[in-house]
């Protein structure tokens, strides 16, 4: 009797300490199958998404702004060349008359004069050079100016005594212009040197 009482005891044993170990690997199998946030894959799913619709709405934006700055490029320097056009054109409207002028200076008859002739020149030239400064034409290069590099070219030099005359313009071989603002050619000049007398 007592060997049966000691069988019954090591089964009850066996049997309550098998239940605890099947709940222990039940519990470790959802822990390691299960996944830890089920719902992250879809949320991140839908942030590429919009991310994705962020970077095409940009890339059109970006390819609408390049297309508008190049449309602009074209039609500024569309409208720069019809303006400088139509600044010839007035430019040239303007000394039509001088032309004129030249052409009857050109046309007079010889038995005139020469003098007749050379007062015929010197108007067209008047008139000519008064358009042209009009229109924005600066002539350049006068004796007695003081020489400027950035207006003047010196071709040669003149000795002066006097050292309060140094650095000025002796005299204009070629007259030099200035457009708007704009050197078109520097004045040929000579120019007053200072040396003084050997005593």
């Known amino acids: 009797m007592n060997t049966k009482r000691d069988d019954q005891i090591d089964t009850t044993a066996d049997d309550a300490v098998q239940p605890q170990a099947a709940e222990?690997?039940?519990d470790e199998t959802h822990a390691e199958g299960a996944p830890e946030n089920p719902e992250g894959e879809a949320g991140g799913g839908t942030a590429v998404e919009r991310l994705e619709e962020e970077l095409a709405e940009a890339r059109d934006q970006t390819l609408r702004l390049a297309a508008e700055l190049d449309n602009f490029r074209k039609r500024?320097?569309?409208e720069?060349?019809?303006l400088w056009g139509r600044a010839q054109a007035a430019l040239a409207g303007r000394v039509l008359e001088t032309l004129?002028?030249?052409?009857?200076?050109l046309d007079a008859e010889v038995g005139e004069g020469a003098e007749a002739i050379l007062d015929g020149v010197r108007m067209v030239e008047r008139k000519l050079l008064k358009e042209l400064e009009e229109a924005g034409l600066e002539r350049l290069g006068a004796s007695g100016d003081s020489f400027d590099p950035n207006q003047h070219e010196a071709i040669g030099t003149?000795?002066?005594q006097d050292p309060a005359e140094e650095g000025l313009v002796a005299d204009v071989f070629q007259a030099g212009y200035r457009f708007g603002g704009t050197l078109l050619r520097p004045a040929r000049v000579r120019v007053t040197v200072h040396m003084p007398a050997d005593g």
């Open 24 to 26: 222990v690997s039940v």
């Open 76 to 78: 500024t320097a569309r």
């Open 80 to 82: 720069r060349s019809e």
């Open 100 to 105: 004129d002028d030249l052409s009857r200076v």
């Open 158 to 160: 003149v000795p002066v």
